[in-house]
């Protein structure tokens, strides 16, 4: 792999200059929480869609896609297409009961469902993730990216000046910056894939010639049931359980969405996403799969995309590339810094310090960002010891997250799940997750693929929360109805969608976006 030269060093520098200016430039004084941690709750549905799709795809997908392909074969977009699908049922069922509640955060969702006790523990728990797995892994994949520009530099210094950059303007410009510049980054973003991917396809020369020299499974969607990476059975129902987390319960995701004007921008935004993330296949997964023959004999997948970059590309376009990646891993920093703050400041500080201003509120929540931050960038570079940097993203949530997922699962629609049963299953489920982590991970006496142990935990959780709410009964309560799916609601809505036009029914949209994943899926299976 050749250096990258000046040129491509001082393009990267001045577009990330220029990011960050920008950032600067569009934050505004934020005067209360609503400023600060839901943009004033005025986001128009293309922000929301890019910004929540520039969070996502952040330089450890890009990085873990790729990766994850050259070792596994492109049926690691199925949680690409599964995305697509889990956006649907949220901007169907969830959605209106999350912005009709007027929460901050989604732990206040669950309290106002169940009791504090479950608010505190997904605070805890998203806070965790957040900085063990969202910034950590954003800040180890920006820097591996950044070490091959400036090879002299330690990857903990790179990693520390990402951090700073992107902490400049969420401090000043809160949830606000953040989505203006997620947006312009979530386009450098795709323009920054595209170019890879035509270059990697020019270099293989073209789709025939990929076909004839990779292994058949390597492209098949569907796998069996041995499968190392995706196997069938964990795609029916491991996937869905992870995806189910992510993308209508983790506030990273949904706090872009809790900040539309409307619950219509709230749910177009969201379906951009899900058509944001079909591209994936085409930008970042095939890639990876052209790399088997571009680089064979790699060692580390996590290599791969940078790789492909730096060998593929010439000085000028390789600076723009990695001016996208950087800008990139801004976005998820960003992302996970104010959606930090935020779960600091209002599920923890407020309830410590009930009578502390909105502005103390929204100190309190800059100061808070710092201490994230500190130790994301002392934790990423352990992240190089746990090898393929997908498959230690999506099993650190498999032991992790059953327990929510069941808990707003069955509190979206069934009236009798309560604070005892929510006790019970936060309890027993955190238990079972780390015993059979130990079990599996740690210790390495059972093998157990983690998309099989995601459901295996999430039936217990179930379980659990179905006899203990049964078990200790609680009184019918207006405020938990208002926040069930409605049947009534829904046929409500049916009857006012009648009058619209197919381009304004979200229904429509979301329908065609299914329609278009099934063929995606059909072709490649």
Same mark, same amino acid.
């Given at each position: ?270 379906? =951009?996403?899900?058509? /944001?993330?079909? %591209? #994936? *296949?085409?930008?970042? &997964?095939?890639? @990876?799969?052209? $790399?088997?023959? +571009? ?12 790789? =492909?970059?730096?060998? /593929?590309?010439? %000085? #000028? *376009?390789?600076?723009? &590339?990695?001016? @996208?990646?950087? $800008?990139?891993? +801004? ?16 599920? /923890? ?177």
């Amino acid at each position: 792999m050749r250096a990258p030269g000046t040129l491509a060093l001082l393009i990267t520098l001045g577009c990330t200059a220029g990011m960050v200016g920008f950032g600067l430039l569009v934050s505004r004084r934020q005067r209360n929480l609503d400023d600060y941690f839901l943009a004033s709750r005025a986001s128009r549905w293309p922000a929301i869609g890019l910004a929540l799709y520039a969070s996502n795809i952040s330089s450890t997908a890009i990085i873990a896609l790729a990766g994850a392909a050259y070792a596994f074969g492109i049926s690691v977009y199925d949680y690409e297409w599964s995305a697509t699908v889990l956006l649907v049922f949220f901007c169907v069922f969830l959605l209106p009961a999350l912005l009709g509640s007027r929460i901050y955060t989604m732990p206040e969702f669950l309290e106002r469902r169940y009791d504090r006790g479950a608010r505190l523990y997904f605070a805890v728990l998203t806070l965790f993730l957040l900085v063990f797995v969202d910034a950590a892994a954003a800040l180890y994949c920006g820097s591996l990216v950044c070490h091959l520009l400036a090879p002299d530099v330690p990857l903990w210094a790179l990693g520390a000046l990402l951090a700073g950059a992107a902490c400049l303007y969420t401090l000043t410009g809160g949830l606000r910056a953040v989505m203006w510049t997620g947006s312009v980054q979530a386009v450098m973003l795709l323009g920054s894939a595209l170019i890879i991917a035509v270059a990697a396809f020019l270099r293989v020369g073209g789709w025939h010639a990929l076909t004839s020299r990779v292994a058949p499974g390597m492209l098949a969607l569907i796998r069996p049931a041995s499968d190392p990476g995706v196997p069938w059975p964990g795609l029916v129902f491991g996937i869905p359980v992870l995806g189910f987390y992510y993308w209508c319960t983790n506030h990273y995701i949904v706090q872009r969405v809790l900040s539309a004007r409307s619950l219509d921008d709230g749910r177009r935004g969201a379906l =951009l996403t899900g058509l /944001l993330k079909l %591209a #994936g *296949l085409f930008l970042m &997964v095939l890639p @990876g799969i052209c $790399a088997i023959v +571009l680089y064979p004999h790699l060692s580390n997948p996590d290599q791969v995309y940078p790789r =492909l970059m730096f060998g /593929l590309l010439p %000085a #000028g *376009l390789l600076g723009l &590339v990695a001016a @996208g990646f950087v $800008a990139a891993t +801004l976005a998820s920093l960003a992302a996970a810094l104010n959606c930090a703050s935020a779960l600091i400041t209002v599920d /923890l500080i407020q309830h410590i310090a009930p009578r502390a201003t909105a502005r103390q509120l929204v100190r309190i929540g800059r100061w808070s960002t710092l201490g994230v931050l500190a130790v994301a960038v002392l934790w990423a570079p352990q992240i190089e010891r746990f090898g393929d940097l997908w498959q230690y993203l999506q099993a650190v949530l498999a032991y992790a997250v059953p327990p929510i997922v069941a808990l707003f699962a069955a509190g979206l629609f069934w009236r009798g799940a309560n604070a005892a049963g929510a006790r019970a299953t936060l309890v027993v489920g955190t238990l079972c997750g780390l015993a059979l982590f130990l079990l599996t991970t740690v210790l390495q006496v059972v093998h157990l693929q983690f998309l099989y142990a995601a459901p295996i935990l999430l039936a217990i959780d179930l379980a659990v929360l179905v006899a203990a709410s049964l078990r200790w009964p609680a009184a019918r309560s207006a405020a938990v109805d208002a926040l069930l799916w409605s049947g009534a609601d829904y046929r409500a809505e049916t009857r006012r969608l009648r009058e619209l036009g197919l381009l304004a029914n979200y229904r429509a949209q979301a329908l065609a976006l299914l329609i278009l994943t099934a063929l995606i899926v059909v072709a490649f299976r």
